[in-house]
């Protein structure tokens, strides 16, 4: 590329030509390298982080994931290194060049609801209610013992990019085929995206906030987030929160296929498919699933004697306004909501010990996020801090990702096992992190990172504590 010249265009998330990391500090974000946090150029950022002085902790985790149902089955595989990617069965794949996702299999739906009401509701329903009852079981908390003064107090926040878009295709494709006596008397309400949260408020019995926040592959992130707010705030003392989405359906499939992000090149051996920050990477695999968890104020887990998990101590989360779908190469905005969070934790990159990478498998979105953690950590610090991509093993569970990141990291914490990036035989030059190739190793996890970047020029990251 020539100097002063602009970016090749690209369609969407395809490759364009990279710039230098020099090109991109042009963009007009200064770092101060090894120093504790980042500020703006010319002058420094006057915003303050939300500060609280309640504390909150996750004590509950459920999950039901392609490469195992169960936190105990998903811990295994994530370590182990277990793909859950396959040929998908949801529907026939045959007529398609994309041929494979990340599918839940073995999940009983009408283990979790009954089959009279599954006709009208989205399989991303029983998913949620799965991994919340595990949750919920893990926590210790049982919704029907608590008082009506307690489940007034206690919210539901859950993040999700498509909500119940697989239902909603079903009901269309009944109705533009004249069988409308087919459809669900119920095809409104659960098509509507705030259903999801009201539907699990229902079920458990909780009467406090009842929310879902969809912003792309960055909702269960922001999610999380805006539990964790609640609670800060006074205004609840526990809230289930978490991700979920199935978007495995075949309006959806062919949708991104005309987007041309989705990997093409191995439905003969699906598991090789996601390829976070290889050199022969060429896009991400659909994927589905449902990751929740019970968040707590701090003091009042304490007084239970609840057992916590890990403590959200930091977010930030920011806007490129660049392109709604596309990723402008400099990295700035990502690597400043990384910042804002560490800020916001109050520590500084030498205290992050692991980070929880998006890694898409996608070529632009791959590059910019390497070039984003060189910014935020600085670029010594950024190649000593292990990464993995939890992609390459589950694929891409959309708005529900980054609470499946959030899973990842507890486990790696708690274990002090850090889960591998699969399929990075021979990772892209400008790729150049430590990414946990192949498989895990030992590692003790103080402070973690676990960041998001999604459609619409957002980027949301949070820093974990572990708990003790």
């Not at 191995?266 to 290889?278: D, T, V």
Request: hydrophobic residues 40%.
């Amino acid at each position: 590329m020539k100097e002063g010249q602009g970016l090749v265009p690209c369609p969407f998330y395809g490759s364009a030509e990279p710039e230098p990391l020099s090109a991109a500090l042009e963009c007009g974000l200064r770092f101060s390298v090894g120093t504790r946090f980042l500020v703006t150029s010319p002058q420094p950022s006057t915003s303050q982080p939300f500060m609280s002085t309640k504390r909150v902790v996750i004590t509950g985790m459920g999950v039901v994931s392609p490469n195992g149902i169960g936190r105990a089955a998903f811990t295994e595989a994530i370590l182990e290194g277990r793909s859950g990617v396959r040929r998908i069965t949801r529907f026939d794949p045959s007529e398609l060049n994309v041929q494979i996702a990340g599918e839940v299999t073995g999940f009983d739906e009408l283990a979790w609801m009954e089959k009279k009401d599954r006709r009208h509701v989205s399989r991303v329903l029983p998913l949620a209610i799965a991994a919340a009852s595990e949750a919920f079981a893990s926590s210790g908390l049982d919704p029907a013992r608590l008082s009506l003064d307690d489940l007034r107090r206690f919210g539901v926040i859950i993040g999700s990019g498509g909500g119940s878009q697989e239902f909603t295709e079903q009901q269309y494709e009944l109705f533009f085929h004249d069988k409308q006596r087919q459809m669900s008397v119920h095809c409104v309400p659960t098509t509507v995206m705030g259903t999801l949260a009201s539907d699990l408020s229902i079920r458990f019995g909780l009467r406090g906030a009842s929310h879902v926040v969809t912003t792309g592959c960055t909702s269960s992130t922001d999610a999380l987030n805006y539990a964790t707010r609640q609670i800060q705030s006074g205004r609840a003392d526990c809230v289930l929160s978490g991700g979920a989405d199935s978007p495995i359906a075949l309006g959806i499939v062919k949708g991104f296929i005309l987007m041309k992000i989705m990997t093409s090149r191995w439905n003969h051996a699906p598991e090789k498919g996601s390829r976070p920050f290889s050199v022969d990477r060429d896009g991400f695999v659909l994927a589905e699933g449902s990751w929740m968890y019970v968040l707590e104020e701090y003091e009042h887990a304490k007084a239970r004697g609840a057992q916590m998990l890990a403590e959200i101590v930091g977010y930030g989360s920011t806007c490129e306004a660049f392109h709604r779908v596309r990723l402008q190469e400099c990295g700035e905005e990502p690597a400043r909501a990384i910042g804002l969070a560490m800020q916001e934790a109050g520590v500084g990159p030498q205290d992050i010990h692991y980070v929880n990478l998006h890694g898409t498998s996608t070529d632009l979105n791959d590059r910019i996020e390497t070039r984003a953690l060189k910014l935020a950590l600085g670029e010594e610090r950024a190649h000593q801090v292990p990464m993995s991509a939890l992609k390459s093993q589950i694929g891409h569970p959309q708005g529900a990702c980054g609470a499946a990141g959030v899973a990842a990291t507890i486990i790696a914490m708690q274990t002090g096992q850090l889960p591998p990036t699969l399929n990075l035989d021979s990772p892209d030059p400008l790729c150049d992190l430590d990414y946990v190739p192949q498989s895990g190793r030992k590692a003790v996890i103080e402070h973690a990172v676990a960041n998001c970047i999604a459609f619409g020029s957002k980027n949301s990251a949070l820093v974990l504590r572990r708990a003790g």
